[in-house]
């Protein structure tokens, strides 16, 4: 294939089995999302939002683009921007990692820090996250942009269940017995489970979250801050579909450090702390007994570690 832009360049992921991580019973097979042009799964979400208001005119020609974002979400846009030749706004709590602003910037765009309400270096909390979104919406209205605000774009929902989902089918020739990943704004989770359920209803689709912040399962959150960045904010997403979520799988911080550590050391894969929460929610889900011996899981490898 010859690529006309980056944006050519946004999808269709090699799927990966993860077999010198985990020996079985069954086995993980995962999404490389990190290889995408911006490193990560959001590089697919931004492409479909900016596709589609250009094309039902909210976004005008080099109109500017404005967003919140902890990093992954601003460096997909920065990716789609450049191509389409609009400049990037992005706005993001101090809490999230140097590595990601700077990355943005080397991008090209604006970044904007915000002071943290609640939160810790590496812990963003559901409140750093709100003064964030509300510092862009406000820029947005300032300079005449177009505020992407991600958690209410449904076309980020539509891009995983045609894109992402249906490219694990064709990649293993049928649905897996299971599909897990950590929920931020809930797209890829949701996405992607639509289109396996449709395949097999029989697919058990399980949503990460982090331990003391298990809201989608029911629970008040009495841990707000965690390491698993850009998920889990202690609120249930907007559009969530909770008819497509089977169960919820907790994952400890030092889990999620551990298993980053194994990806790397292991598989070679330096990825970051949500790819390994879902690597290691799949193993939990392999060993739960609700499964056949030799099920398949699917997950997301869901950006690169070279950004924390």
């Known amino acids: 294939m010859l690529a006309t832009s980056s944006i050519d360049l946004i999808g269709n992921t090699p799927l990966v089995t993860l077999g010198r991580i985990y020996g079985g019973p069954g086995r993980i097979v995962a999404k490389a999302e990190f290889l995408q042009p911006g490193g990560s799964v959001k590089d697919r979400a931004a492409r479909a939002i900016l596709l589609a208001a250009r094309a039902d005119g909210r976004l005008q020609p080099g109109m500017p683009v404005v967003e919140m974002t902890s990093g992954n979400m601003g460096a997909g846009l920065a990716v789609a921007c450049a191509a389409l030749g609009h400049p990037l706004v992005v ?146 997403p907007p559009h969530w579909d909770a008819t497509l979520m089977d169960l919820s799988l907790a994952v400890t911080d030092g889990e999620a450090e551990d298993w980053r550590r194994l990806l790397a050391v292991r598989e070679g894969l330096y990825v970051g702390f949500s790819a390994a929460a879902n690597v290691c929610a799949a193993v939990k889900l392999l060993q739960s007994g609700r499964l056949r011996p030799d099920a398949t899981v699917a997950t997301v490898l869901c950006d690169t570690g070279l950004k924390y």
Not at 127 to 149: C, L, M, S, W
Not at 158 to 187: F, K, Y
Not at 218 to 229: C, D, E, M, N, P
């Open 91 to 236: 706005t993001m709590s101090a809490g999230n990692s140097p590595a990601r602003a700077r990355m943005l910037e080397g991008l090209g765009a604006e970044v904007v820090l915000v002071a943290q309400v609640d939160g810790a270096p590496g812990q963003v909390t559901g409140a750093d996250v709100q003064a964030a979104a509300d510092v862009a919406a406000r820029i947005a209205a300032e300079r005449g942009g177009f505020y992407v605000d991600q958690f209410n774009a449904v076309e980020c929902i539509a891009a995983h269940e045609a894109g992402t989902g249906r490219e694990i089918l064709d990649q293993l020739g049928s649905a897996p017995d299971g599909w897990v990943a950590a929920v931020g704004t809930g797209c890829t989770f949701m996405g992607v489970a639509r289109a396996l359920k449709a395949a097999n209803p029989a697919t058990v689709c399980a949503a990460v979250e982090p331990q003391g912040c298990e809201v989608l399962a029911g629970a008040f959150a009495v841990k707000a801050r965690h390491v698993i960045q850009g998920t889990s904010y202690g609120a249930v």
